[in-house]
């Protein structure tokens, strides 16, 4: 057994290497990705080619990771700014009682372990999230931020 659940929906790119232990619906995974034991990806998510995601990371609905990109261990994306489980009526809610606020990495970004992104940002192609960060606004191109929340440290030296 490969302990792989993918559903039947998953649009998967020509040599993804996958991991054991992962979840994937709905999603699309391009050419060439790496995808890490314990990770979940949900349905609308998607993730471009030469992408790495490494272990026990969330990616949920919203999000976009264009070409290139490395997240690390342990990163968590957020797609809704107030999340509720309940309704005024006290309700479960469901998916007709929210909106979707997406979320895009640029190409050539990477993201440290233990980050977590909230949604309606954008992280800049070739930027750097510091580890442990929480990124609560956009992110510009090419710098560093790090802490919580996010801030500017310097440029990247290349």
């Not at 990371?57 to 990771?65: M, P, S």
């Not at 264009?66 to 968590?76: C, K, L, P, Q, S």
């Not at 309704?87 to 977590?116: H, Y």
């Not at 930027?127 to 801030?151: E, Q, Y």
Request: hydrophobic share 35%.
């Amino acid at each position: 057994m490969n302990y792989l659940c993918i559903s039947d929906d998953v649009r998967l790119g020509e040599n993804v290497r996958l991991s054991r232990f992962i979840n994937l619906y709905g999603c699309s995974i391009g050419d060439n990705t790496k995808i890490g034991a314990f990770v979940e990806i949900q349905k609308n998510a998607v993730v471009g080619k030469n992408c790495k995601i490494s272990s026990h990371t969330f990616i949920c609905e919203g999000v976009t990771l264009e070409d290139g990109v490395f997240i690390g261990h342990g990163v968590t994306f957020i797609n809704d700014t107030y999340p509720l489980a309940v309704n005024p009526d006290g309700t479960l809610q469901t998916e007709t009682d929210w909106s979707v606020e997406p979320t895009r990495v640029r190409k050539g970004a990477s993201i440290g372990s233990g980050s977590t992104i909230l949604s309606n940002v954008t992280i800049g192609e070739n930027a750097l999230v510091g580890a442990g960060s929480v990124v609560t606004r956009d992110v510009p191109p090419g710098v560093i931020v790090a802490g919580n929340p996010a801030k500017i440290v310097r440029k990247v030296r290349k």
